[in-house]
Structures are given as C-alpha cells and as structure tokens.
C-alpha cells in the first residue's frame, strides 16, 4: 500500500514516541487515514501484535486491509492464535486473554479505550506496549484520557487535509431549538425524550423539504435518534420519490450489508441510521449528512459529519443538514481543535459555538472576524457584528451567517408570535404578513 506523505510522516513521529512511552494516543480527523496507518505498522513490525475494535464491521475492514497472514478472535470462529498479528472484537478478545500473548495493542477508535472490557485487555497484557488511534481523544462526557495513556502524538490538522485535498470542505445550515427538557442519562441525551420531541415537533416534516432544497437526490446519510423515528423519516423520503432505506444494529449482519451495499453502488439516495455507521464508514461518494440526533458528544458529532468529508469525484463540499442544533455546541466540523491528553474536560470539548468568523455581505463569504477587507471580492466589511436568530424547525447556513429575519414564515399568527417574542405590537405582525402578500 502507497501511503500519502503525512502517514508516513505519522509512522515516524510514532515510533520516535515509543521510545520515550509505552501507552501512546494518535489522533488524526476522521477521513484521514488511521486504519492504513496502524495496519502498515503492523505489517512493518516483526513483534506480536493485537488489533481490536469495538464491532465486527470495524474487525473486517481492518482485516480487508492487512495483506499479511492474520488471525481472528471473533465470536462464532475459531482463532488462529500462533499467527503473529490478531485482530479482535473487544467483546470477544476480553473473553480469550488466556490464549493471547503480544507485545503491542492497537486499540481502534480509542476514545473507548477507559470503558471496562478495553481497561481489562490492557491490564492483563501489561508488558504489551499500547498504541491507541481516535479522531476525537475524549469521552462522552468530554473528559481527555489521560487514565489510560501516556502522552499524545497528532498526525496532520483537518485544514491541513483539507488544503492539500486529502478532504473536502464543508457547508453547514442548521437550526436551533430547545432542549432544556430533555433528560441527561450517562452523559447523553435521554433517546426516549428525544425521540418524543422529534415525533411531536414540526422538524421531522420539515426534513424532506430542506433535503430537496439543500441537496435534491445527492447521497447522503441520515442519523436519527431511535428505530421509530428512522422508519418515521425513512416514510417521508419514500412518499416523496427518493428511494431510502433504514440501518440499524437489530438488524442482521447480511441484512445491513445488503442495505450498504445498495447505498455504495447508489441503488438508494438516503442511508437512514441509528447508531450504526458514526465510525469506520467509509462511502467517499456521501455528499450529505442529516443529523437529526441531537448530542453533547463532541466524538460522536465529529464521527457522525465526518462520513461526509472524505473526497470524491465532482464533490466540491460537503453538504451538512443539521436539524439537531449541533453544530451550535461543537463548532463547524471543518475547523481545527485543541487537543490534548488529560484527565479533565479537554479544550476541544470545552469549546463552545464558532466566534472567529463572519460573512461578507457582498458575495456571502465566510472569513476571519478580523479581516477589514474580503479576500474574495474585495468588499470592505462592516465592524458591527450581525446576529443570526434561529428558529427550530428552520435551517439557517451556518457558512452564511447574514441576518436572515424572519425567515420562512408566511401566515399571520407566525408573525404574531415573531410579535409577541421581541416585544412588538400586533400591528406591526401585521403589515409584516401584509407585505408578504404582494
């Protein structure tokens, strides 16, 4: 396998790290390559090596990329544990340890490594050196992992993949909405609340009409909060013309394999999914994501938006529907973050809605808070800073941050309620309405 600059670049500062750690933590955007990386690690070396990921799907795209003898310790199989690398579902793996010997780890999608089983699998190996690999180098609850590893190595920055044309750009409209009401359980939102919120909301019907206004019949991948909620959108699309289809773990493995399969080779438009491709999928031909899910999980935000940055023939950008108000709490999924390894809550997690750009009120641009001057048209930007009002149910490009008032309301007790929020007189809602009719 030809490595691109950058992973080489990667395997270097990697092994100039181990010389100094035994339990190192490599972070790269989603996109960026981690699997090519570890597995060209691991057929480079000559010393025993373990390989485990959280699912089977994960397992076999690790496997599909090793060109060498491997063995592998997955339920339903017998394993060939004489063979130099092995590559395991942590489920399974946790299960075996009395037949496992190595002297490196490789956990995939890291930011798991401090649950049980995975703590297990290292401590009973504690000669083993652990190489960990992640996009996002934190928990659910945004706290770094410094428990389990002992410093952190970063490969290349999402600008710089970007730049050099290793991924794509991204375009974001979103809208903001409430969700005070909705309980928190183990560092989540409860899904049974958000499940109701959606199913009572007016955002589910609004979901095909920004879809047809935003991206009409490119491919794209919807998350959604429950297996209800996914047959509820997946309904819509249908009686809409696109062709759709639901993915979700209680289906079984040939059922999902089929249905990606189908998404791969575009037989469908839209891959409806609860929690089942936010890592390790890779379809580069993705121009869309839908989040209709909302979370306080940075990782999983990054690993849900980042299916659609990989590049692509004729992809320009990307195209990001966030019906969930995400990106209001994590920032656009193209910027670069802070990262590093400790016990606390980590920068990256910490950091709250984009406050360094703006946009040019001439051609829509968006750029730097701080330039005078637009460096696209030349427009001489105005100090004073715009506000956006979102209101839910209503996607407003985040990349276009120009006031967008009142946008999309057309009856008149819409415009009393605009009203009755800002203070407003009843005759002022109006003349607004009024105006509409001409």
């Known amino acids: 396998m030809k490595l ?21 933590l490599f972070v790269l955007p989603t996109g960026g390559g981690k699997t090519s990386i570890f597995t060209e690690i691991a057929r480079m070396s000559d010393k025993r090596i373990l390989i485990i990921a959280h699912r089977k799907e994960l397992v076999q795209q690790i496997s599909d990329r090793l060109s060498v003898e491997h063995g592998l310790v997955v339920s339903g199989e017998v394993a060939d544990y004489s063979k130099r690398i092995l590559v395991g579902t942590v489920q399974t793996v946790v299960k075996r340890l009395d037949h496992i010997n190595v002297d490196l780890i490789i956990v995939d999608e890291a930011h798991h490594a401090v649950a049980g089983s995975w703590q297990k699998i290292i401590d009973a190996l504690p000669k083993a050196y652990v190489l960990g690999v992640t996009a996002t180098p934190c928990r659910l609850d945004g706290k770094g992992l410094a428990h389990a590893f002992d410093t952190i190595v970063e490969g290349a920055k999402i600008s710089d993949l ?51 206004k935003y991206a009409h019949y490119k491919q794209t991948i919807v998350f959604c909060v429950s ?7 997946h309904s819509l699309f249908r009686v809409m013309g696109y062709k759709s289809a639901v993915l979700h773990s209680q289906m079984k493995k040939h059922e999902r394999d089929i249905v990606i399969e189908q998404f791969r080779n575009k037989e469908i438009t839209l891959l409806i999914s609860v929690d089942i491709i936010s890592e390790g999928f890779d379809v580069p031909s993705c121009e869309c994501i839908i989040l209709l899910r909302p979370t306080k999980s940075l990782s999983l935000y990054m690993q849900q938006v980042g299916r659609g940055l990989r590049t692509y023939e004729g992809k320009e950008k990307a195209i990001i529907l966030d019906h969930a108000g995400n990106v209001f709490k994590f920032g656009l999924p193209d910027q670069d973050r802070e990262w590093e390894l400790t016990y606390d ?47 839910e149910g209503e996607l407003v490009e985040i990349n276009n941050l120009r006031k967008q008032e009142e946008y999309g309301y057309l009856t008149l007790e819409d415009w009393k309620e605009i009203a009755r929020r800002r203070g407003y007189k009843e005759g002022w809602a109006w003349y607004r309405w009024k105006a509409r009719q001409r």
Request: aromatic share 8%.
């Open 345 to 391: 809550k980590v920068k990256a997690a910490r950091a709250s809605a984009p406050t360094t750009i703006k946009q040019c009120e001439e051609c829509y641009a968006v750029i730097h808070k701080d330039e005078k001057v637009c460096p696209e048209c030349g427009a001489e930007i105005e100090k004073k800073e715009r506000e956006v009002e979102e209101v």
């Open 4 to 24: 691109r600059p950058y992973q080489n670049y990667s395997i270097d500062i990697l092994r100039k790290s181990f010389k100094e750690n035994k339990r190192v």
């Open 162 to 212: 970007i730049n050099q044309g290793y991924l794509c750009n991204a375009k974001v409209y979103a809208s903001k909405h409430e969700l005070t009401k909705i309980r928190t359980v183990a560092g989540d939102y409860h899904k049974g609340d958000l499940e109701e919120h959606y199913l009572k909301s007016k955002i589910t019907g609004d979901i095909v009409i920004t879809y047809r």
């Open 227 to 233: 297996i209800k909620h996914a047959d509820i959108t």
